[in-house]
Structures are given as C-alpha cells and as structure tokens.
C-alpha cells in the first residue's frame, strides 16, 4: 500500500515527466534530464519535484551518468512563484506543513548522491533557490562564466529545505554558506569556481562541448571502481582517519576479490 493511503492521507498522483515540466533522455549510459519550462524560466512545482524523484526510481541500471540543465535562457529561477500566490503550478497543489510532504519533494533530490550513478549539473544563466539547491544536489557542477548561483530562501522568509544547506556547508564552510544564505546574494561564477560551487567554468557557448568531454571522462573509468569510489568518497567526511582506512581496505578488497573472478 501507498504510504500515504496507510497514514489515511491522499495518495498523490505522480505526473509524466512532460507534464511536470520535465523532459529524460536516455541514450545508453547517459541520462539527460532538462528542466523544460523555458517561459517560466525553468521555475519549478511540486509536480516537478516529485516527478523528478520518480526519474531517480524508475532510472534503469545501466545509466552511469545523469546530466541535469535547464532549457532556453537559464538552469532555473527556482520554486515557481505562482504557487505562493495560489496558482499552484501545473498541479493546482498548495504549499503545506507537513514534514512528509517536504520529505517527498526532497526525494527529487537526494537520489542524485547515489553512488551508482555520477550526477553532473549544466549551469547557465541562473540557479536560484531550489535550482541553486538542485545543482548542490549534483556531484558536479559545470558552471558558464557569465552564470551565477542565489540562495533566496531567506530573502521570501523561508529556509533552503531541498538538501541545498548540507552540501554548502561542506563545499564552503559554515562562514561562508551563511554569507551566502543571509544576504541572499547573487555568487557570480568566478568566485562560484574559487569557492568550489563549480569544478568547470567555461564560456557560454562552450557549455555542451564541456559537459560532454566531462561525461567521456567520467565513462572513461572503470563502472563498478566509480561506484566503489564514489561510496567511499562520500563517507570520508564522516570518518575518523581509522574508520576512513578500513573502509578503503573493504572496498578495495572487494574491487580484487572481482578483478579475479571477472
Ligand atoms: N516563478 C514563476 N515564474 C517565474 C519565476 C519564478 N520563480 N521566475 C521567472 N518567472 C517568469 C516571469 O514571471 C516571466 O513570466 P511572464 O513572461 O509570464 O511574465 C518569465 O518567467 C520571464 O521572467 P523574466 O522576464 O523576469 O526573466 P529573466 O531571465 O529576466 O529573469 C529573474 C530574471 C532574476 C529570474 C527574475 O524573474 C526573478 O527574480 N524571478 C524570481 C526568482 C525567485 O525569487 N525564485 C524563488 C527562489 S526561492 C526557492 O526557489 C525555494 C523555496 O523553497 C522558496
């Protein structure tokens, strides 16, 4: 049963992708998810999001890599604003307090740190808010250098709430993810690079070539030792050294243990 319908609460309908505004490719080991509402800016509804965690559900297992960007002039002006004012965005949903509620639009989010697949963010123009937070969510950042981040939650009299504040932190540190946050400021790309908010920063028009040579890279590598390595990386904050060293030995001694029976 829907774990909704067990709490005695409406199940939600889950759109298509197309009708959340969401456009998946396929094409072997790449998946390509684009944020296809380029009138509103790529500005996102709850649809999206859960259509979005949908995406991360039914991927099929032979994707390596997941690009995510934005259609016409920019990644995303974040949540769609009409659904503040009532217009509730394609689903003519409103904004509730309810904590599975957010939980299940931060499900569109949090699957893109699984480690069997490597998550690349195509940023051009600008992420605000949850596209910022939707970037964060990404394992990688390819970044245009006349682009720029903006953490506007706070400025609305809201909090980041789509996985955004973990990643900042990581990335910049506290001091500098409160500046971030607290002024709501735009972060242009440059100092995007310099802070670590993006690994490539490249002229506009170069923005494909970059993304794809990143992708080759990336499926250039051995499958199962990415996934291996991705799953350690991702543990290592949480580590202590000696906690950090075992885990390298277990992984690497089940990378061997299949080398010699592969
Ligand atoms: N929601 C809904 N519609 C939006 C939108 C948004 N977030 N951002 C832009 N649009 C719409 C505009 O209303 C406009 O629509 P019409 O043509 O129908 O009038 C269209 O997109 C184009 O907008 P602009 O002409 O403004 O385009 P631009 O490229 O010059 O955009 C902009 C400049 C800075 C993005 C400006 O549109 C803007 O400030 N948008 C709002 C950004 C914002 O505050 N987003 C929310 C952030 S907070 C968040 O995401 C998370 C959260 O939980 C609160």
Redesign the pocket.
């Known amino acids: 049963m829907d774990a909704r319908a067990e709490q005695g609460q409406a199940p939600v309908a889950v759109e298509t992708p197309a009708e959340a505004g969401l456009r998946l490719d396929v094409a072997g080991p790449v998946a390509t998810i684009t944020l296809d509402r380029p009138?509103?800016?790529n500005?996102?509804t709850f649809a999206m999001w859960r259509a979005l965690a949908r995406i991360g559900e039914t991927l099929p297992g032979s994707v390596r890599v997941v690009v995510v960007r934005g259609a016409g002039?920019?990644f995303s002006?974040?949540?769609?604003?009409?659904m503040f004012s009532g217009g509730g965005g394609p689903s003519g949903e409103h904004p509730q307090d309810d904590d599975r509620f957010i939980a299940e639009l931060q499900a569109g989010y949090t699957w893109l740190r699984r480690p069997e697949v490597v998550t690349v963010a195509a940023v051009h123009?600008?992420a605000?808010?949850?596209?910022f937070?939707l970037a964060l969510a990404c394992d990688l950042r390819v970044m245009t250098d006349d682009a720029w981040y903006?953490m506007?939650?706070p400025a609305?009299g809201?909090v980041?709430?789509?996985t955004g504040t973990k990643p900042l932190v990581e990335i910049v540190g506290l001091n500098r993810a409160m500046d971030i946050c607290l002024t709501a400021r735009k972060v242009p790309a440059a100092e995007a690079e310099r802070l670590g908010l993006a690994e490539r920063v490249v002229p506009a028009a170069e923005l494909d070539t970059a993304v794809d040579e990143l992708v080759s890279a990336l499926l250039a590598v051995n499958a199962d030792a990415a996934v291996a390595t991705k799953r350690l990386l991702q543990q290592a904050p949480g580590n202590t050294l000696e906690e950090q060293c075992a885990a390298e030995r277990r992984e690497q001694l089940q990378r061997l243990r299949s080398m010699r029976q592969g």
């Open positions: 009138d509103k800016r500005a996102m002039k920019a002006a974040g949540i769609d604003l009409g123009g600008y605000i808010g949850a596209g937070q903006c506007k939650e609305l809201l980041p709430d789509l």
